[in-house]
């Protein structure tokens, strides 16, 4: 079983920056695939962004490709999603997944309870 506690959403203004970081706890985190979700009011669910565990591959939802980055220290058992040149359409509920795998897709076994991100004029 894996726990997955996220942080850093907020309001910012469009153009800003946001770091959003995922605790993992609860078994071994240096070998589970990572990945964030994000979902806005009355739309469903969509992926963000995805990273492997060795190698460190990382994927993205063409939306995001340039803007935001993936990353994951196995020391701290964290997982952050930096989020660079944000756009109103980027306000969501953001979630933090894991385990599963990727195959055409990103298919995660846990989830965190988001972190909200709200970008504004």
């Known amino acids: 079983q894996v726990q997955l506690l996220e942080s850093g959403g907020k309001l910012v203004q469009v153009g800003g920056s946001l770091r959003l970081s995922c605790a993992a706890s609860?078994?071994?985190?240096?070998?589970?695939?990572m990945g964030w979700f994000c979902q806005a009011p009355v739309k469903e669910r969509e992926f963000v962004a995805f990273?492997?565990?060795?190698?460190?591959?990382?994927t993205y939802a063409d939306s995001v490709k340039g803007r935001f980055t993936i990353a994951r220290d196995n020391a701290k058992s964290t997982v952050y999603l930096q989020m660079n040149s944000l756009k109103h359409e980027d306000t969501a509920l953001y979630y933090c997944?894991?385990?599963?795998?990727?195959?055409?897709?990103?298919?995660?076994?846990?989830w965190g309870q988001g972190t909200q991100v709200t970008v504004s004029s």
């Open positions: 997944a894991a385990g599963g795998k990727y195959s055409g897709g990103y298919y995660p076994v846990y």
């Open positions: 609860g078994r071994t985190f240096g070998n589970i695939p």
């Open positions: 990273i492997n565990w060795l190698p460190c591959g990382t």
